[in-house]
């Protein structure tokens, strides 16, 4: 850095805290903090107006409520996206290993805990202006003798729990069970699932955890032993990640960031990885990510004439679908994996047309990574590390990631649905029966037929593409607008039926709003102008007939008298 004082941002909710930090600070000539905000919304608001400080040093306040919590993540990431060259040093109370891993994958650079004396927050903050990492281990605390030993005596029990629950779920689902059998297998199950929950509540999760330090990766630890070797790569791309500040590993670090905070599915669409269990669902997207970046590195050694987009998108599904189908089933082999590439051959134009046509911008994705070169973003060509180019490249590789994990499980649900390993090991508890399994394809039949006849003619007619992206804890939505017109002219029969009536229906809608305000006006008027005052007139006669019926009706009992 060339300016004699280190200028910060400091964004904590304890205005206390903030003080004695402020205070603390003053005895370093080299430090001056430039602004101070209670949350990261007003600290965004800071930078949006032209604050930017050397280093942000932030205290992530995660909230009490889910809400609240969502809402700062998104912030973080936001800053993390639009303010790509501001340092950011984490000083927090937060020591769950977890959330601190994430955030160092986010991209902040530096973490002490609020208990470290300011000399060695001071040299931390040094130390991230300077382009360097600072990040304090975290010592986890050692467990007692009697809970360590617990733990050793009960692996041999919790085997057995594992081995009676896998029989009794097979019996369970036997269909020509009599009632009482059932009755009496499903409490012996229910007895099971408690024994083990005992187990693991007497067991504290740092028992389990023993001797190991933060890492930068996410969590990728398996139930058991049959799904290890399809999480090696994975393992391995994130050790040579942690190790590089190149733009692809910073937008690759960002992914697998994403990942961990949630794969939800919260769109609308039906998406094939929908019927996998959460963490399975997380294993294959670092799977495929993993694999994706050993590709690119790969390709770094070709010629670019040498690129196929199709082939290498191709060897990447056929990769990765290997891995996973023979990392989970555990049991003898139903096939080889000669037969299962051969199934993959067979699957591969469907899975053209249903999964991988939707796979957009790959071409720029891989020339952007190996040329270095820039990006376009709304018709605006961004520079090769620009914060908008490391953000569209990341909101591009989660779009492919995902389909491609789609077209994995696709063939799953084409050739091995039924089979009961994955029903238990993968599935999520509701698509254990051959029924729902059979709803949920359909469901997936119905949404490629819908796609390729009226979304996707849609989506070519309004010049924009579909993106599937990791956003708000989850799977998101996420619209490109650029020009298709030379699709937009290759469309027939039913696709280009679709866009016609699209057209029809943006031509005449205003016209058609227009005579129906007309014809509403002139009902309004007609209903109480005329007819309203006509009822009125005549309600009011009938009224004042009865009014003067019963006065004389009195005044002739009055005569009477």
Avoid at 536 to 544: A, F, M, R, Y
Wanted: some cysteine.
């Amino acid at each position: 850095m060339t300016k004699d004082r280190i200028e910060l941002l400091i964004v904590d909710r304890d205005p206390i805290f903030r003080l004695g930090f402020v205070t603390a600070l003053a005895s370093y000539p080299d430090f001056h903090v430039i602004a101070q905000a209670n949350d990261l919304s007003h600290a965004l608001l800071e930078l949006e107006q032209g604050t930017i400080p050397d280093v942000l040093v932030l205290e992530l306040n995660l909230g009490y409520f889910a809400t609240e919590k969502t809402a700062n993540w998104q912030l973080c990431q936001k800053i993390i996206q639009k303010y790509d060259n501001l340092p950011i040093f984490l000083l927090s109370s937060h020591t769950n290993p977890k959330i601190l891993r994430t955030l160092k994958n986010l991209g902040v650079q530096g973490y002490c805990n609020k208990g470290t004396d300011i000399d060695t927050v001071a040299y931390a903050i040094r130390c991230i202006t300077t382009g360097k990492t600072y990040w304090q281990e975290i010592k986890l605390p050692s467990n007692s003798f009697w809970k360590t030993n617990l733990f050793r005596l009960s692996r041999s029990g919790q085997k057995e729990i594992k081995a009676d629950l896998e029989k009794i779920n097979h019996q369970l689902n036997k269909s020509n069970l009599s009632i009482l059998d059932r009755l009496f297998l499903s409490g012996r199950q229910r007895e099971l699932l408690a024994a083990s929950w005992l187990v693991n509540q007497l067991i504290s999760s740092d028992t389990v955890n023993e001797n190991k330090q933060l890492s930068s990766s996410p969590v990728l630890v398996a139930k058991d032993n049959t799904n290890q070797s399809c999480l090696l790569s994975a393992y391995d791309v994130i050790a040579e990640l942690a190790r590089e500040q190149s733009v692809i590993a910073q937008v690759f670090r960002r992914v697998f960031a994403t990942i961990d905070l949630g794969v939800v599915n919260r769109t609308n669409i039906t998406l094939e990885i929908d019927i996998l269990q959460i963490p399975k669902r997380r294993e294959i997207l670092y799977l495929v990510l993993s694999k994706l970046y050993k590709l690119i590195k790969s390709l770094e050694q070709k010629e670019q004439s040498k690129w196929s987009i199709e082939e290498n998108i191709y060897e990447l599904w056929k990769s990765a679908s290997v891995d996973f189908f023979f990392g989970h089933y555990g049991g003898t082999a139903i096939i080889t994996e000669e037969q299962f590439l051969e199934i993959i051959e067979q699957e591969a134009t469907l899975i053209q047309n249903n999964i991988f046509n939707q796979i957009y911008f790959a071409s720029d994705l891989l020339t952007y990574f190996l040329k270095k070169e820039p990006l376009v973003v709304d018709f605006i060509s961004y520079r090769y590390d620009s914060p908008e180019a490391k953000y569209r490249a990341q909101t591009l590789t989660e779009n492919l990631i995902i389909l491609v994990a789609n077209a994995i499980v696709q063939v799953f649900l084409n050739n091995f649905y039924n089979l009961e390993i994955f029903k238990y090991n993968l599935y999520q508890l509701k698509y254990r029966s051959a029924r729902e399994i059979a709803r949920f394809r359909n469901d997936l039949s119905w949404r490629y037929r819908q796609e390729q006849y009226w979304e996707n003619p849609n989506n070519i007619f309004a010049s924009r593409y579909r993106l599937f992206i990791l956003q708000q804890n989850g799977i998101q939505t996420f619209f490109i607008y650029a020009s298709r017109a030379e699709e937009l002219n290759q469309l027939q029969g039913l696709p280009w039926l679709a866009t016609m009536i699209i057209e029809i229906r943006d031509a005449i809608s205003p016209r058609l709003r227009s005579i129906v305000a007309s014809l509403g006006t002139g009902l309004v008027y007609l209903l109480t102008q005329v007819i309203g005052k006509g009822i009125g007139l005549i309600g009011k006669g009938i009224i004042q007939g009865i009014g003067s019926s019963v006065q004389d009706s009195s005044y002739g009992r009055k005569n009477r008298d």
